[in-house]
């Protein structure tokens, strides 16, 4: 089985960095998709972006793109989000999550999850 631990978030400024930890442990293969998923006040989960496990292959929401970089840290099993030029509408509860079918990005796709963690921009 797989289990994931978020970690990193906290309150941050608007237009500020934050960097998001996904340590990863259990059986995963090179193809596992690794996603972020977030979800906001009143709102339904959101695929933020996502990365196999060997690091081959990312793709992105196209709402974060170019501010968010998703990468693999084979030394230290973990996912992580580095978030740069915080917006207030990014604030959310992030989740990590994998998939056993590759960097998808529906919700149901996904068989591990982990707990979350809060990340509030203050504008």
């Known amino acids: 089985q797989v289990q994931l631990v978020e970690s990193g978030g906290g309150l941050v400024q608007a237009g500020g960095s934050l960097r998001l930890s996904c340590v990863a442990s259990g059986r995963i293969f090179g193809w596992y998709g690794m996603g972020w998923f977030r979800q906001a006040p009143g709102k339904e989960h959101e695929f933020v972006a996502t990365?196999?496990?060997?690091?081959?292959?990312?793709y992105y929401a196209d709402s974060v793109k170019g501010r968010f970089t998703i990468s693999r840290d084979s030394a230290k099993n973990t996912v992580d989000l580095q978030i740069n030029s915080l917006k207030p509408e990014d604030t959310a509860v992030y989740y990590c999550?994998?998939?056993?079918?590759?960097?998808?990005?529906?919700?149901?796709?996904?068989?591990?999850w982990g707990q979350g963690s809060q990340v509030t921009v203050s504008s």
């Open positions: 999550a994998a998939s056993s079918q590759g960097t998808v990005t529906a919700r149901s796709s996904y068989d591990y």
């Open positions: 990365i196999t496990w060997s690091g081959s292959s990312t």
